[in-house]
């Protein structure tokens, strides 16, 4: 059978018949989000026509202005998860406080932590955007107040992750630990059909993808290490070619296929770096590895990190695992 015939759907079945133990929740909960993704990819399309584009005025938890997009995302996978009977919160960059999901109140076994729409700022340039999202099984018996604290799960413990690509075309990514696969949106039929089996990232890549700009702000072992990238050296392929969306997810993207290294790293305006530990690095991470990459804080693997707080920032360096080593070797 062509790879093209093959739904997500399809997909997810026969990976469910090749473990007896799955019990057909991962199928369902990652049509659930496809569904959401779906209806992101739609609005996207139709923002540059429809009076969506440009802030709605309101700032998020993280103080940032919140672009309408980010609101019609959030709502998309709420409204994707509501009476599907197992999620039963959702942890968002676009909301303060873990939001219980209608219908499922007490019923859901997992928790999902998701930026809904990530690199949003670029939307109004019609750049590839993305959303992010990490699964995890709620922890037994909590109620209340005592949620929060018990939802500071390390990356280690997620049992899916993945993303979805809004570009050219969209395209879903995920992992439930069993290799990567990607699957990209034939829109006249309106179903994810599967595009990248097993996804695999090369050892070591050509390329490099840091913020230039905030070059004279890094600290010491960044500037070591970029400075290392540009040094001409053949047999270690150097210098690496810079590219730099300032989307992540469309960052990884290109450094998960093509290899390379991304990196956000701390810098005295960013103490924690900049980017969000569990619905950015931690799922970003998840992928990286089970592609066989690697993914850290330039000191340890991101997945190890147990949170302090939902919204805690962390820097990440995620990519080839040859290329995050050497990176680490100048962080250490
Ligand atoms: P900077 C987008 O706002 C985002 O959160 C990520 O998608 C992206 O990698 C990063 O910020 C870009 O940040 O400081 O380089 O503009």
Avoid: C
């Avoid at 070591?204 to 070591?224: D, L, M």
């Avoid at 770096?273 to 569990?278: A, D, V, Y």
């Amino acid at each position: 059978m062509e790879n093209t015939s093959i739904t997500l759907t399809r997909y997810l079945l026969m990976q469910q018949r090749e473990h007896p133990g799955a019990t057909g929740e991962f199928s369902m909960l990652l049509s659930q989000i496809a569904f959401a993704a779906k209806t992101i990819s739609r609005e996207l399309g139709r923002a540059g026509l429809v009076d969506v584009l440009g802030a709605s005025g309101e700032i998020n938890i993280q103080g940032e202005v919140q672009q309408k997009l980010d609101q019609i995302s959030n709502g998309a996978f709420l409204a994707a998860f509501a009476n599907g009977q197992l999620v039963s919160e959702m942890v968002s960059e676009e909301m303060e406080h873990p939001t219980p999901i209608q219908g499922n109140e007490d019923k859901g076994k997992y928790v999902i932590f998701v930026d809904p729409l990530d690199g949003s700022s670029n939307l109004d340039v019609n750049v590839t955007v993305g959303s992010i999202f990490s699964v995890h099984r709620r922890p037994e018996g909590i109620k209340g107040t005592a949620l929060v604290d018990a939802l500071h799960l390390r990356g280690r413990g997620q049992v899916a992750a993945g993303y979805a690509l809004y570009g050219p075309s969209t395209t879903l990514v995920y992992t439930t630990g069993q290799g990567v696969h990607g699957f990209t949106l034939d829109r006249s039929i309106g179903d994810f059909l599967l595009s990248h089996e097993h996804i695999r990232i090369p050892e070591r890549g050509s390329t490099y993808s840091i913020n230039e700009g905030r070059r004279n702000t890094w600290f010491p072992p960044t500037r070591a290490y970029i400075d290392y990238l540009q040094e001409t050296d053949t047999q270690t392929k150097r210098p690496y070619s810079g590219r730099y969306i300032g989307s992540l997810v469309a960052d990884f993207h290109r450094t998960l296929l093509k290899g390379g290294v991304f990196l956000y790293p701390a810098d005295p305006k960013n103490a924690r770096g900049k980017l969000r530990l569990m619905y950015e690095a931690a799922p970003l991470g998840f992928v990286a590895e089970q592609a066989g990459g690697r993914a850290s804080d330039g000191t340890q693997p991101i997945r190890d990190i147990v949170p302090d707080s939902l919204h805690q920032r962390t820097p990440l360096i995620i990519g080839s695992a040859q290329d995050v080593q050497t990176a680490e070797s100048f962080y250490h």
